[in-house]
């Protein structure tokens, strides 16, 4: 058997993490249960998630070779077991932020016996004497169970034969290998070989340095060789000073030892001239051996290393020093900018921008400052603290230490993912979870029973409209749910096929991932089309037929994150930009000059009684209230917003409710 392990572009995505894991047995006892592989991927990571796939491949390994007297099958029961306990325990501590964006494929193989489950969006291909079965279809997928929270479910198992080959991909590989035919291509190498399938991708270096993810390749065969694991497109090894030291004193440590102009033995290098000295009994001195020669010389090469090190360090500090000059005279610009904001409103974009660059560069050299002398420490922290001071005053950020708790979730009653504010009342809901969950401004609490899981919900004038993949809509009204009606599926037939075995035209696939409202008309968010379909309403919580509501002129929102509508469709791009449309075109982009500088913002929401957007960025723990030019009104930021889900505005638009985590905070502006 032979593994090859192969990571697209690790640094590509600053939200994304993955992984893949290889465990062999490495003992007689470990034998009988076989071989373990883990492939997995978190996409919208939080900064306390940064080890989360290495932390549960850990669990998932102890288990799985903690007891090898029971069969393969079995021992990957009990560790899916024990990983679910894992993942629960993370749950009830308020992290819920991977839930929905977790991709994890576990497969155990021992001899040609394979066993396998996964949870999330990765996929499974079996290449067979160049056919591809796609084996992840024979998985009956089970709805996850949130009490006691259940991810992994169903194991598949089968018979493998030699010369077969697994190929376990995260999402945006398989799609990329599926769409560019990629996988056909890897079926045809024949014999199969690791260093014909790395030449083969580095062929495909221009299409795949665009695609972050994993491909792990289990050849089957009878000879067993170590797996590799290879980067595409690797960062460069980094300079280490310290290596090249080492080196020049190891060579001069050999140099010693073996002079090259000694012949014989040791000669002097000076000779001095001879003086006739008083007969004088002096006592004979101890001869210098190699090693004391050796260790003296070591150290007269430090103390020479250590002289020219200080003579840099001054040479630096001195560049420093002029480097913290020239940043506080753009600093005393900024200033003076600022003295004449009255008379002219638009220095302060100046003023701002000027601080941003001074921020940036203060900041590069904030992390040298521990080698300096102390005294020049204090001048770019100070210097620093001023900057920042300017920076939050004019971009109207708040730093929250600590934040109104309004309401904190019991994990073993109900996990949220989703809110939604209608009549002064926040409800939660979950796609992974049944029932509503109610909070009144008294903080009083209820489970609203319902048999069903929902997606999305807007508040409507008198109900709240709730939606459940793909096409379901429910209505909440007066504590009463009605029962559920049907949207219409929003893209045309294909024509018949008839070159195929299937008698009937087939629709293309839809996902809608964000929807909003306008005069109870619904939009819809198809994000990997870039659509936007729109219902009209007709009458009594009916909805005509779908319309997609793009100008077909318009180029499509394939960028898109999220969606609020309020008479203009805003849409906030995966660039960090805000587009208005209007009557299906573009109108503008808004890009936002605000600092810190954003990272990437999650959603947004408007609505047409209110004059401002709102924008939640979970990475850097704020929210942001802005005017619908794009001119920032008021940001908070604080550190206990540490896993920001979503949140939600009151009828006027002072009062912001935050989702974080299992807890609910409340601010006002």
């Excluded at 200033?335 to 001074?358: D, G, T």
């Excluded at 009606?485 to 024509?495: N, Q, T, V």
């Excluded at 809608?512 to 409202?517: I, M, Q």
């Excluded at 729109?534 to 037929?545: D, G, N, T």
């Amino acid at each position: 058997m032979r593994v090859f392990e192969f990571h697209f572009n690790p640094k590509l995505k600053t939200d994304l993490i993955f992984d893949s894991f290889c465990y062999e047995p490495e003992n007689i006892y470990e034998r009988r249960i076989g071989s373990l592989y883990l492939v997995g991927l978190l996409k919208n990571v939080l900064p306390q998630n940064l080890h989360f796939l290495d932390r549960l491949a850990k669990v998932i390994k102890d288990q799985y070779y903690r007891s090898t007297l029971v069969s393969a099958e079995k021992s990957l029961k009990e560790s899916l077991r024990q990983a679910n306990e894992f993942l629960e325990g993370i749950a009830k501590k308020g992290d819920v932020s991977w839930l929905g964006n977790f991709s994890y494929a576990v497969l155990s193989l021992k001899n040609f016996e394979l066993n396998f489950t996964k949870v999330g969006e990765i996929k499974i291909f079996l290449l067979r004497r160049g056919q591809i079965i796609d084996i992840d279809k024979k998985l009956r997928f089970q709805d996850i169970e949130p009490y006691p929270l259940k991810i992994f479910g169903n194991i598949v198992s089968g018979k493998l034969a030699e010369n077969d080959l697994i190929l376990a991909l995260t999402k945006e590989v398989s799609e990329t290998f599926q769409n560019q035919n990629l996988i056909n291509e890897v079926a045809k190498i024949t014999p199969f070989d690791g260093k014909k399938l790395s030449e083969f991708f580095k062929t495909k270096n221009e299409l795949l340095s665009k695609i972050s993810g994993v491909c792990l390749a289990i050849f089957l065969s009878k000879e067993v060789l170590a797996g590799k694991k290879e980067i595409i497109l690797p960062r460069p090894k980094e300079f280490s000073l310290r290596e090249i030291f080492s080196s020049v004193v190891n060579y001069f440590k050999k140099l010693i030892k073996k002079p090259r102009w000694a012949v014989g033995g040791w000669r002097p290098l000076l000779k001095f001239p001879r003086f006739k000295l008083p007969k004088i009994t002096i006592p004979k001195l101890p001869r210098l051996n190699k090693n004391l020669i050796s260790i003296l010389a070591l150290i007269f090469f430090l103390a020479i290393g250590f002289f020219v090190a200080e003579q840099e360090k001054k040479q630096q500090l001195k560049i420093y020093q002029n480097n913290l000059n020239q940043i506080q005279e753009k600093v005393n610009q900024a200033e003076s900018l600022l003295i004449l904001k009255k008379v002219n409103p638009q220095l302060m974009e100046q003023a701002n921008s000027l601080f941003k660059e001074s921020w940036e560069e203060i900041s590069s050299l904030a992390k040298e400052a521990s080698a300096f002398p102390l005294d020049f420490q204090n001048q770019i922290f100070s210097l620093k603290n001023k900057v920042t001071n300017n920076l939050f005053e004019l971009n109207k950020l708040e730093i929250i230490e600590r934040p109104e708790l309004f309401f904190e979730f019991d994990s073993q009653q109900f996990i949220p993912q989703k809110m939604v504010i209608f009549d002064n009342e926040l409800y939660f809901f979950s796609p992974y979870t049944q029932n509503l969950f109610k909070i009144n401004q008294n903080r009083e609490s209820e489970i609203i029973q319902i048999d069903k899981k929902f997606n999305l919900a807007i508040a409507l004038s008198d109900s709240i409209l709730f939606f459940s993949k793909p096409n379901q809509l429910v209505n909440f009204k007066n504590g009463e749910f009605s029962q559920a009606s049907s949207l219409g599926e929003p893209y045309p037939k294909d024509e018949e096929d008839k070159s195929s075995s299937l008698p009937f035209a087939t629709a293309r696939v839809f996902n809608f991932d964000d929807f909003s409202s306008y005069k109870s008309n619904l939009y819809f968010l198809d994000k990997k089309p870039g659509e936007i379909i729109k219902y009209p309403y007709l009458e009594a919580l009916k909805w005509s037929s779908p319309q997609l509501w793009l100008n077909s002129q318009t180029k499509k929102v394939t960028l898109a994150k999220s969606m609020a509508v309020d008479g203009s469709v805003w849409i906030l791009t995966k660039t960090n930009e805000i587009q208005r449309y209007y009557a299906g075109r573009l109108q503008e982009t808004l890009k936002l000059d605000i600092f810190p500088e954003p990272k990437e913002f999650s959603k947004i929401f408007a609505s047409p009684y209110l004059p401002h957007l709102y924008i939640l960025e979970p990475i850097q723990k704020r929210i942001m209230i802005l005017t619908k030019a794009g001119e920032t009104i008021k940001q908070f930021q604080s550190e206990k917003f540490d896993n920001l889900l979503d949140f939600g505005v009151s009828e006027n638009g002072k009062t912001i409710y935050l989702l974080n985590g299992l807890k609910v905070f409340k601010m006002e502006f």
